[in-house]
C-alpha cells in the first residue's frame, strides 16, 4: 500500500507561481512512476507531469517550459514547481504513484488561475 498526501494548491492571478508537493509513505519502496495528473472543471483527468525512479521527467506540451517536476528522494515527496499560470490551468491537481500491477492516487488539491 502506497498513501499520497497533497498540498500547495490555492488560488494565484494568471502569471504567478505555485508549488505543489506530493508526500508518499508506506511500500513506497515499489513505486516505479509518481506523476502529477489534472482534471478541470468538466473535462477529464489528464497527465501533467510524471518522473522516474530515475530520474526521467514527461511533461504534457501545454506545459512544457512552464511547469518542472522533481523529486526528494530523502523526504519521499515529489513537487511541481508551476510557473507563468494561465486561467486554463485551473483543475484538481492529483498526484499518483505507479507500482507494479497497481496504481495509488491522492485526494487531490484545487488549483485556481483567476485575477
Known amino acids: 500500500q502506497v498513501q499520497l498526501v497533497e498540498s500547495g494548491g490555492g488560488l494565484v492571478q494568471p502569471g504567478g507561481s505555485l508549488r505543489l508537493s506530493c508526500a508518499a509513505s508506506g511500500s513506497i519502496f515499489s513505486i516505479n512512476l509518481m506523476g502529477w495528473y489534472r482534471q478541470p472543471p468538466g473535462k477529464q483527468r489528464e497527465l501533467v507531469a510524471a518522473?522516474?525512479?530515475?530520474?526521467?521527467?514527461n511533461y504534457a506540451d501545454s506545459v512544457k517550459g512552464r511547469f518542472t517536476i522533481s523529486r526528494d528522494n530523502a523526504k519521499n515527496t515529489v513537487y511541481l514547481q508551476m510557473n507563468s499560470l494561465k486561467p486554463e490551468d485551473t483543475a484538481v491537481y492529483y498526484c499518483r504513484a505507479d507500482v507494479t500491477l497497481s496504481v495509488y492516487w491522492g485526494q487531490g488539491t484545487q488549483v485556481t488561475v483567476s485575477s
Open positions: 518522473i522516474t525512479s530515475g530520474g526521467s521527467t
